[in-house]
């Protein structure tokens, strides 16, 4: 025996309440919803699925992930310009006279100082004298005055075998002199020197140390 399931609704302000009367059996017959309904519904609950994501991870960001920042908000406030190997030359009578190459390099927006990471020197050969290498952790180079101040493991090697070692130099590109006050470790074959300040002219690679000079020959 069939029994009719009522649907009754009573329209209470502000609400319409609504509720089905069940047969006296308590069984409800199934009623067959078509699949030409149902696909279109599961379709739009998917898009709006993947719309509320999208609006989500468009006004947050991916999770876990920082906004990033405009570029001149990661550099120091000092720093103008930072750049990777750079590299710097000077040319003198139509010749490089020097090269610097630098793995990474900071300018300065209040001058014309320009800061130095792993660096390397380069003096090339000419009539007067050998190639000259130096290389050191950091420094700072100055184009108005052809400055070079290098320091942390700076290390000096000539053409001919000769090595400098010590904690900071500068070079005057005027004068084409390296000095440093900094205590100064000398090595040419046997020969090892020890003192403090040093002045080294590049043209004809003459060394004048200044103070507590200790030369010892290393026997084999």
């Not at 149902?38 to 609950?45: D, E, F, H």
Request: charged share 20%; proline share 5%; with cysteine.
């Amino acid at each position: 025996m069939n029994y009719q399931i009522q649907s009754l609704c009573q329209k209470r302000e502000p609400f319409t309440l609504c509720w089905t009367v069940l047969p006296p059996n308590g069984i409800v017959l199934p009623i067959m919803v078509s699949s030409v309904y149902i696909r279109p519904l599961l379709a739009l609950l998917v898009i709006a699925a993947i719309a509320g994501i999208a609006v989500a991870v468009f006004r947050n960001g991916p999770q876990g992930t920082a906004p990033a920042r405009p570029a001149n908000q990661q550099l120091p406030h000092n720093i103008d310009v930072a750049l990777k190997k750079a590299r710097f030359s000077e040319i003198q009578d139509g010749l490089v006279a020097w090269e610097l190459v630098a793995e990474r390099v900071e300018y300065d927006k209040g001058g014309d100082t320009a800061s130095l990471s792993d660096i390397r020197m380069e003096f090339q050969r000419n009539r007067a004298h050998g190639t000259i290498t130096v290389t050191a952790y950091s420094g700072e180079y100055e184009s108005t005055t052809k400055t070079v101040r290098l320091k942390n493991h700076v290390h000096v090697v000539t053409e001919d075998g000769a090595s400098f070692d010590t904690s900071s130099i500068v070079y005057s590109g005027t004068k084409a002199l390296f000095s440093t006050n900094d205590p100064v470790t000398f090595r040419q074959e046997r020969m090892q020197l020890t003192a403090v300040g040093m002045d080294l002219r590049v043209n004809d690679q003459h060394a004048r140390f200044h103070s507590s000079v200790d030369a010892s020959i290393i026997t084999q």
